[in-house]
């Protein structure tokens, strides 16, 4: 096994070299600068989201929903969500609107990680969401790291995720770096009492079981610290500017209703959201004794012979299946009950 990724890492170390590309060069160059600079690796936990294999589109695994929810069950009322309205608005079919409701009442009654319509199979997929560490805390956003066309700020702008019709691919060309990664992580399993015994024993089965490595889009969040260590704060977001409109909405707009400031501490906050506005790129903004940094998030999926990992027996749910949407008839009549 470590002969043939051997083989892989030097397959992409010679089509650099060769390639006439200077773009994956200079990236190439950035990945290995913040393997230097920020060389540990920071767990936050599982994520969760739905990825489908569809055989009218081909034999992969594609991200259908984002790989950003907390819990399983999220991600099963999302896959609950698409399939039903697929039914109501994508179709006139009475067949195919049955078969579609039928996987949606699976999803109503049991925490299913898989279920099947219309020939294709959906999944509820398991991803680990890190980051990179260094001596000033965590990695921020890379020089390479892709930004949206549209760069204002507020509203209602929103870059799509880059989740979405991802391909599941252990063998996608990542770059050399990224390659290394992959291999360095395949025999990564929980350790340590921060996690049960069960979820220990279940990572364990999940390294033999799915020993390959797909690498998801980067994200971008927002992180704070006031001394006592560095918390997530906020949704994953898609690019750096995405990230730094999500601080900005929050220290401007949204912080000072849910945490009930008083004039003087809005006016504070309102004063640091501007000159953070005003920075254009900027990627720390303190606050009192709070430092705020937008930091870069890195995903990964476990693979096996059949696929992405679906979620673990030990993976937490605060909340159990429910019936989210209206009864449908097979002519898509809506029964309120």
């Not at 081909?58 to 984002?66: D, K, M």
């Not at 219309?118 to 990695?139: I, T």
């Not at 001394?227 to 707009?253: I, K, V």
């Not at 990964?300 to 429910?322: F, I, K, N, T, W």
């Amino acid at each position: 096994m470590l002969d043939d990724w051997k083989r892989r890492l030097d397959a992409v170390h010679a089509e650099l070299v060769s390639a006439d590309d200077p773009v994956a060069w200079v990236t190439e160059a950035d990945a290995v600068n913040a393997s230097q600079r920020y060389p540990h690796l920071v767990l936050r936990g599982p994520v969760f989201g739905v990825a489908v294999q569809d055989p009218a589109v081909g034999p992969e695994w594609r991200l259908l929903l984002p790989v950003v929810d907390g819990m399983p069950q999220q991600a099963r009322d999302g896959l609950q969500s698409h399939l039903f309205f697929k039914a109501k608005d994508d179709t006139d079919d009475p067949a195919v609107r049955r078969e579609l409701m039928a996987a949606v009442a699976v999803l109503e009654r049991e925490p299913a990680n898989e279920v099947e319509a219309l020939g294709a199979r959906y999944r509820v997929v398991r991803g680990d969401e890190f980051a990179r560490e260094g001596k000033d805390g965590l990695e921020p956003p890379r020089p390479t790291d892709r930004e949206p066309a549209d760069r204002t700020w507020g509203g209602n702008r929103r870059t799509p995720s880059p989740d979405v019709g991802f391909v599941c691919d252990p063998g996608r060309d990542d770059g050399l770096m990224a390659a290394a990664l992959k291999l360095s992580l395949r025999d990564f399993a929980y350790t340590g009492s921060r996690f049960t015994a069960e979820m220990r024993a279940d990572s364990r089965r999940a390294a033999a079981a799915y020993p390959d490595i797909a690498l998801l889009p980067i994200g971008f969040g927002v992180a704070e610290n006031d001394g006592t260590g560095w918390r997530q704060r906020g949704a994953m977001m898609p690019t750096p500017h995405d990230a730094r409109d999500l601080l900005y909405n929050g220290m401007s707009e949204i912080w000072p209703v849910l945490y009930r400031f008083d004039e003087d501490e809005k006016a504070a906050y309102t004063k640091v959201a501007e000159e953070f506005r005003a920075a254009g790129h900027a990627n720390e903004a303190r606050m009192g004794d709070t430092l705020y940094r937008i930091c870069r998030i890195e995903r990964l999926v476990r693979c096996g012979p059949d696929g992405p990992e679906p979620a673990r027996a030990s993976d937490a749910d605060e909340y159990g299946p429910m019936k989210m949407h209206p009864s449908m008839d097979e002519d898509g009549t809506l029964h309120y009950d």
